[in-house]
């Protein structure tokens, strides 16, 4: 194998390819990216449940196949200087040169390096990467980090009639964002654990195509984008009937500036002690909206929140971080509160934004 190309394009693939690898210490190889050079070079990594190959171009001087360990690879890449790379096959080693500069890397037989499968020419949804990523990164915090409850620990995506639908709940809040502005004969639903969906929200990040793809079918998720192909395995579940329980009405309901309710939750959440509670007192009548919080070691807070209030008097006590964690996925400068009650789950939605909805329980006290 002979390849040659530029040193930024190479390592951006290497970096991508290197978060993936597997730590199997019976399949040495998963701890490895594959490079193939073939009319260009293909960069792969896998860990079995989740699986990346990028095509890098360049010059290919001589075709061949080669597997390297991925956090020496990315060491080398990261240390060479020059612009250009260009990458043989010694023997069964690879030799990495670049201006003034040679290192010799001992590879591992690639025989047993799994195949990435997937259905390369199934139709499915087409989406501008910045929604898509916007998607993701608007319910992902909500998932739960544990893989006791899986459908809990996964991002649940529903691809249907040109729409993509993001949902993540650890059953104390749930995040659902839809991005209505895509097109594509693609439908279906997953389960994409959150460790797959945090990888997304990185290749995302990183690649320059302003269009990508998502397809799903029975076994995995798979997003193309630049060059590159993203595969990961999905969750074997069932997501909970979230609309279920969404309330359909309010019996109190609160619009004010996000920016203010920001800037009150960050004062609130140094008086709120280890519990990190708030209060949320609405009396409608009194054109009241106050934002309470107190600790026995620190002392307490009570601030008053210009609103418009309508509906029940209500006081109610939620975690502070389920409730301000949301706000940065809300599109709007208002945002809407609605209360069902004491002990039922406050709404949180953009005034001008019906695109995303977040729902969070209150605490029994």
Do not use: W
Not at 116 to 144: C, D, H, P, W
Not at 277 to 287: A, E, I, L, N, T
Request: glycine content about 6%.
């Amino acid at each position: 194998m002979q390849f040659t190309t530029p040193k930024e394009k190479i390592l951006n693939a290497i970096l991508i390819a290197e978060r993936i690898v597997g730590k199997k210490e019976s399949l040495p190889v998963l701890s490895c990216i594959l490079l193939d050079a073939s009319k260009e070079l293909s960069v792969r990594s896998t860990n079995l449940e989740a699986g990346v190959d990028m095509k890098v171009l360049g010059e290919v001087g001589e075709k061949g196949v080669v597997a390297v360990p991925a956090s020496i690879l990315s060491q080398t890449l990261r240390a060479v200087s020059g612009d250009k790379v260009t990458l043989k096959s010694e023997g069964a080693n690879l030799l990495i040169e670049a201006r003034g500069s040679k290192t010799l890397i001992k590879a591992v037989p690639h025989e047993e390096f799994p195949t990435l499968s997937a259905e390369e020419n199934k139709k499915g949804l087409k989406v501008t990467r910045a929604l898509l990523l916007e998607a993701l990164q608007s319910v992902s915090y909500a998932a739960s980090t544990s893989m006791i409850r899986p459908e809990l620990g996964s991002v649940y995506v529903k691809i249907e009639n040109s729409k993509l639908i993001a949902v993540a709940t650890d059953s104390f809040r749930l995040a659902e964002k839809i991005v209505s502005d895509a097109s594509g004969e693609g439908s279906g639903d997953v389960l994409v654990p959150l460790k797959h969906a945090q990888e997304m929200v990185h290749i995302l990040e990183r690649v320059t195509n302003d269009d990508v793809e998502l397809v799903i079918d029975d076994s995995q998720l798979v997003l193309i984008a630049d060059g590159l192909r993203f595969v990961s395995r999905i969750i074997d579940g069932n997501f909970p009937n979230y609309k279920e329980i969404i309330p359909k009405s309010f019996t109190t309901e609160a619009t004010l500036l996000k920016g203010d309710f920001a800037e009150t939750l960050r004062k609130a959440r140094v008086f709120s002690g280890a519990d990190q509670h708030v209060g949320f007192h609405v009396y409608p009548k009194k054109k009241v909206f106050d934002v309470t919080a107190q600790s026995a070691a620190i002392g307490e807070m009570s601030d008053s929140l210009e609103a418009a209030v309508s509906g029940d008097d209500i006081d109610v006590n939620f975690h502070i971080g389920y409730v301000a964690e949301c706000l940065q996925s809300v599109q709007s400068d208002s945002i809407v509160l609605g209360f069902s009650g004491a002990g039922k789950p406050l709404v949180i939605k953009g005034v001008s934004d019906a695109a995303f909805t977040y729902l969070v329980m209150p605490l029994n006290r």
